[in-house]
């Protein structure tokens, strides 16, 4: 049976939505965990992200990334930036004392 459609105000309008997605745009979008995507910094955030958000705003609709070519995963940024770190530490060590 298909899911049932609610409506509800969002952002100033009525929007539709499937009743057991409602709300769940964060669980389901890529961006909420890709390294390129800084919402509180548009100016520096993902180009195609900023696209989507701007056509959202255009349109009141809601758009979660499914699929992308550029994703990034934020754990593993965060896990190269401590195995660069690690890479530096080792290199100062190497270095001799002056
Ligand atoms: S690269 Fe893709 S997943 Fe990452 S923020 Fe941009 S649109 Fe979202």
Request: glycine share 4%.
């Amino acid at each position: 049976m298909a899911e049932r459609i609610v409506t509800y105000v969002h952002h100033g309008d009525i929007v539709s939505v499937r009743e057991d997605l409602k709300g769940r745009h964060r669980e389901h979008c890529l961006c909420w965990r890709c390294s390129n995507f800084t919402p509180d910094d548009r100016g520096n955030s993902c180009p195609i992200a900023n696209t989507l958000y701007a056509l959202d705003v255009l349109a009141g609709i809601t758009t979660p990334v499914w699929e992308c070519p550029k994703f990034y995963e934020l754990e593993a940024k965060q896990e190269d930036t401590v195995k660069d770190a690690h890479a530096e530490d080792a290199e100062k060590k190497e270095e001799p004392a002056e």
